[in-house]
């Protein structure tokens, strides 16, 4: 391991008789147990695992990477009820789509969007039908 610094408090690790553990997140750096927030029984259960350890702030700035991408997968997800919705409502006018919605396109005019009136449970969760008419069946 050699000597270096620990990120959080600035003080030195000299050698392996610290305990310290290394995070293997974006900082890639050594961490005094205490400063990594571990206390002795989660560190001598992480000592000789085969788990990765990532240190809070690599933690946050993962947890932040993955809320900006649920982020666009909603807004994603937003656009298509949204395009669903003007489909819905002019039947089969034509609606402007995008190259995102290729099957979309497909589909227009093919898929009517209603909802059971009394929908059946039958032990599942399901709540909504989705009915597909007008479109062949596969050669197999």
Known sequence: MGSCFCP???????DETQQSIFCEGICNTWLHRCCAGLSKAAFSGLEGSAEKFYCPHCRLQDQADEISSLKEALASLQRDVAALQD????????????????????????LPLTRPRHPSNNGSDRKFNLIVSGIEECAS
Do not use: H, K, M, W
């Not at 959080?8 to 000299?14: A, V, Y």
């Not at 034509?94 to 979309?104: C, I, K, N, Q």
């Open 8 to 14: 959080i408090c600035d003080d030195l690790i000299e």
């Open 87 to 110: 489909l819905q409502t002019t039947g089969n006018q034509s609606v402007a789509s995008s190259p995102e919605e290729p099957v979309l396109s497909n589909l227009r005019g093919r």
